[in-house]
């Protein structure tokens, strides 16, 4: 009689998530993607990864842990190299597109990770320690250089919401007769663009306006401050 065959016996435990806390940072930055900020509980975040909740904890602290990994995943796109060996107002030009990218393919983050302090988010802090040494290094004033950062992250965050928002969100068609030159220039900037995103335009305007401002700031606080 021929012998009959059998499916093969598995061999060990039933497959199960390896947790690492890069993969709980990664299905964190996931979730906040899909819910939001009021979406995502430590319980979900679990369920995600198909674990129990108490397997996280042998990882990550609680929530607050979870986030400063998630800050860490974007923090670490924006690139920092050009503080190295560029003038500091160059560096900062790429370091604010690479740090408008990085948030605005996550802007659910953007309200979340703008208001926690960076507690816990060590490669964060490493990213911001480039910037400081290059600017006390190009001769700013100490006391300038944080507030000229956060007035810098300030238009970049704004920047990355704009990114994400409708390109017509101005049009005032069936309203032009009410606010004529309103329409007049949005269909002049419409002609100039093309098919190129506003977004992007108004980036390009308000980072090379705001470098310019920062450039005079920078030669007068040099002379002002011994």
Do not use: C
Request: glycine fraction near 6%; avoid cysteine; charge should be negative.
């Amino acid at each position: 009689m021929a012998e009959i065959d059998r499916p093969a016996r598995r061999v060990g435990r039933p497959k199960t998530t390896v947790l690492t806390r890069e993969l709980i940072a990664n299905a964190a930055l996931g979730l906040l993607d899909e819910s939001g900020p009021d979406g995502f509980t430590m319980a979900r975040l679990a369920q995600a990864l198909r674990v129990r909740p108490s397997a996280l904890y042998n990882h990550v602290d609680g929530k607050e842990d979870v986030i400063a990994s998630v800050r860490e995943l974007i923090s670490d796109r924006i690139d920092v190299h050009g503080f190295e060996t560029l003038p500091w107002d160059e560096a900062m030009l790429d370091w604010a597109h690479s740090y408008r990218v990085a948030f605005a393919t996550h802007p659910p983050t953007i309200a979340l990770l703008a208001t926690l302090p960076l507690s816990g988010a060590r490669r964060t802090m490493r990213m911001y320690d480039a910037v400081v040494a290059a600017m006390l290094r190009a001769g700013w004033p100490a006391h300038e250089v944080l507030p000229t950062i956060v007035a810098v992250e300030s238009f970049i965050l704004g920047s990355a919401l704009d990114a994400v928002a409708p390109g017509d969100m101005f049009d005032p068609a069936g309203s032009e007769d009410e606010v004529p030159a309103f329409a007049s220039a949005y269909h002049a900037r419409a002609d100039a663009l093309g098919d190129s995103p506003p977004a992007d335009a108004a980036f390009t305007v308000g980072l090379e306006a705001l470098l310019d401002g920062l450039r005079l700031r920078y030669a007068r606080v040099r002379v002002a401050t011994p």
